[in-house]
């Protein structure tokens, strides 16, 4: 009896590290920050304003990869013009991503793109796109009109989420179990043999 619910403790322990440890998968969140407005900022565009998007995946991209369609690995996204009107988001059923295309260098920085986001009026887009042949950063607004600023080569960031505390409790308790499981078996063994070499 003492055997099974030793056996249990191993198994159960296990699976919570498993559930964890699938839990504990970062993602990766994809920043883009174009250059400012500058000259190009005409109201009610700030020249001091921006383009900033977000992509999230659940694993990051790989190296080398050539321009192609990421819409679904997509698990959200952010698109800010600078306006509150015409901020854009995943979790807002009016706006849409009508096309992403990421391309990447040997070490998997991101080296190229297209993105296009649309609001909730049919001229309110967000089209960003560059290669290393040239690029545009542009925005059309229905209630505020168009804005150009420059594309930034160099305006992309990396970052991983963290896990949630709770993952993290989740994964020493598993790992508790199994230590107490095994650690209970080896003090065990001893008598065990004993008994064994008795009989």
Known sequence: MNHFR?????VVGAVLVLI?????NADTIYTYTSDDYGPYGIPPFEPSEHITATFTFATPLAGSLPLANDLPSLLSWTVNVGLPSLSMSSTDSSDSMVELELGTGPTGAITAWAFWA???NPNDEVVISYDPGGGQDSVNSQSAGPVEANVNPDGWTITTTTPEPSTLVS?????AVMLFAVRRRTRSNPSDVKA????
């Open 196 to 199: 064994d070499t008795a009989s």
């Open 171 to 175: 994964m020493a308790l598993g790992v």
């Open 118 to 120: 649309n609001g909730p």
């Open 20 to 24: 964890a440890a699938a839990a504990a």
């Open 6 to 10: 030793k056996t249990f403790a191993c």
